[in-house]
């Protein structure tokens, strides 16, 4: 059983977290990878021994971390993401609590739904970057498909699967219905929407790099495609690399952010 | 319409199922669960009602509820037919029904909240005092999945009791604990009853449990089911886990393994699915602990007497 003493943040169970055998082994995992993929590059190994060596991407990185034309690719795609992503919830979270709470409004909205779902997001850059005024708009948008079909869809299974017994006892305690939606399906449906950001999140990343390599004049996906045009390999790693931390960076955020909104799901 | 009271069910009822039937299936998919079903529950009394597993007790306990209405018979609540499901009649079922996303405390006191007669400063009161009565006091900021089953037991107890239903229906609510923790229920939950006296239904399989806390032991045949008898169960209250050693115990035990047993061997002899769970209950009955088997019968080997009949 949980103890009540937990509540204080625990100290020597951190350290031990942070000094335990799994960490040594994931940093020895790393540094291994990185000799070798140092010595592929040294020794020319075929096809491996294109890769610019770690030893030239470290040094590019420490002129980049002081660059400030490199911050602003950051600053750029985050915007992008953060605002397509914010807009998927604000019109996805109402939209998939209605039709996955109202029989109507489902029969009337979801085949439309349907046909639109299937068509990945980058399909749309061409049409939205017709029917949008600028580029970044077009881009957005993208960013913003990416992310509310998922919490749609996500939000409409979470709705419809609430165990009935929790609506019969809730009915029987003597709720109205405006306490069945906020009170029941709402917090019910909490942990559908949690996971429809945390796989919506994924999948803006993908979107928006793809989104900036062929429509626009910065950010991370445009800055890993300039360098290859450049033909600064190097860059090429960094930008890379710099996608993979935002992505991870944005997920870690949710996941903070989802577990402050589910709190009987955290495991003591 | 009403002009008379049905057999079963005395002056002294709350609540009154009269002529109850229900079925489920349409063409030859049907199945009768309740067949001209009649008695009545007294008020301020707890009646538990035992039968075998799968006999209709659920459904029946739906129907009190409102969850589901009768086929044909009415069912009526101080005299008037029940419309639905309300606060009046509270179910504490098999399974946990505690909202997960809500802290003990929080469950508690959500019957008071959203029914928004009591103020809420009353209401929290009565919440703490009920959390502190099942020792859960120290556990009213837990989310549900941070007990144990017997706290969420509890925790389910009160959440219905704080309501003051008029009727409370007990789903085989224990069902599933260890041994050690259903005895702990089971006088948490005689000891809650003789402190609040409300008419109480308790449904279960076994006898023994099911005579320590009665006031009256009704006996459901097999499907389609009704009531068979009603045997007043005469032990003195409080209730005490000694008392499953008199003579007024013995006797009314008696009484009702031969009751059951014959349900079950007409049961197993119409051929009737669940007979085999039926017979191997009431085995388990006649031979647990200390009790010594009923004079005059001993432990039914399933089917091997009466069978042919």
């Known amino acids: 059983m949980p103890q009540g003493s937990g509540q204080g943040f625990n100290t020597v169970k951190l350290k031990k977290k942070i000094f335990s055998r799994a960490t040594f082994r994931g940093i020895a995992a790393v540094v291994v990878f990185a000799v070798l993929w140092e010595l592929c590059s040294r020794f020319q190994v075929p096809i491996i021994g294109n890769v610019p060596p770690p030893s030239s991407v470290l040094k590019e990185l420490g002129q980049q971390l002081a660059n400030k034309a490199y911050w602003l690719s950051w600053k750029d795609s985050f915007i992008r993401i953060l605002t397509g992503f914010i807009v998927a919830q604000i019109l996805g979270i109402p939209l998939g609590l209605l039709l996955g709470v109202n029989q109507t409004a489902r029969e009337l909205i979801y085949p439309v739904f349907e046909i639109m779902r299937p068509v990945p997001p980058l399909a749309w850059v061409p049409i939205a970057v017709i029917f949008w005024p600028t580029n970044e708009l077009s881009m957005i948008f993208v960013t913003f498909l990416g992310a509310f079909f998922t919490v749609v869809l996500n939000i409409i299974g979470g709705a419809r699967s609430i165990d009935a017994r929790y609506l019969r006892a809730a009915y029987s305690l003597g709720s109205t219905r405006g306490d069945i939606f906020w009170k029941i399906m709402v917090p019910a449906t909490l942990p559908s929407i949690v996971v429809g950001m945390t796989v919506g999140m994924g999948i803006t990343w993908a979107v928006v790099v793809a989104a900036e390599m062929i429509a626009s004049r910065s950010g991370l996906g445009f800055l890993t495609w300039q360098s290859y045009v450049a033909g600064d390999y190097p860059m090429i790693i960094i930008g890379m690399m710099s996608i993979g931390v935002a992505g991870y960076l944005s997920s870690a955020l949710i996941r903070l952010i989802g577990s402050r909104m589910t709190p009987w799901l955290r495991s003591f | ?309």
Not at chain 2, 20 to 48: N, T
Not at chain 2, 198 to 218: I, M, Q, S
Request: glycine share 8%; net charge neutral; aromatic share 8%.
């Open chain 2, 1 to 309: 319409m009403t002009a008379v009271q049905p057999a079963l069910a005395s002056l002294a009822s709350q609540m009154v199922v009269d002529g109850v039937s229900k079925g489920f299936g349409l063409g030859i998919l049907h199945q009768q669960v309740l067949h001209d079903c009649s008695f009545g529950l007294e008020r301020g009394k707890l009646s538990v009602m035992i039968g075998p597993s799968g006999c209709g007790k659920t459904t029946l306990i739906n129907l009190l509820a409102g969850y589901e209405s009768p086929d044909s018979g009415q069912i009526l609540l101080d005299g008037k037919p029940i419309s639905g499901q309300g606060p009046d009649r509270l179910v504490v079922f098999q399974e946990t029904a505690l909202f997960p996303w809500m802290t003990t405390f929080e469950n508690v006191s959500y019957g008071p909240r959203v029914q928004r007669k009591l103020s809420r400063q009353v209401y929290e009161e009565e919440t703490m005092k009920l959390l502190e009565l099942v020792g859960l006091k120290d556990f009213k900021d837990k989310y549900p999945s941070q007990l144990s089953g017997g706290m969420q037991r509890r925790a389910e107890l009160v959440r219905a009791m704080i309501n003051q239903p008029k009727i409370m229906l007990m789903d085989e609510p224990f069902r599933g604990l260890d041994a050690m923790t259903r005895a702990l229920m089971q006088e948490y939950y005689v000891r809650l009853f003789e402190q609040h006296r409300g008419t109480n239904l308790f449904v279960t399989t076994e006898l023994e449990e099911a005579l320590f806390l009665a006031d009256r032991l009704l006996i459901l045949t097999n499907r389609p089911a009704h009531v068979k008898k009603v045997i007043e169960v005469g032990l003195p209250r409080p209730r005490e886990f000694s008392m499953l050693t008199s003579r007024e115990y013995q006797v009314c035990k008696q009484e009702a393994l031969e009751l059951l047993h014959e349900e079950a061997i007409k049961s197993f002899a119409a051929g009737v699915v669940n007979a085999a769970d039926f017979l191997e209950a009431y085995s388990r009955m006649g031979n647990d602990q200390a009790v010594p088997a009923p004079k005059g019968k001993d432990t039914p080997e399933p089917g091997n007497r009466e069978l042919s009949s």
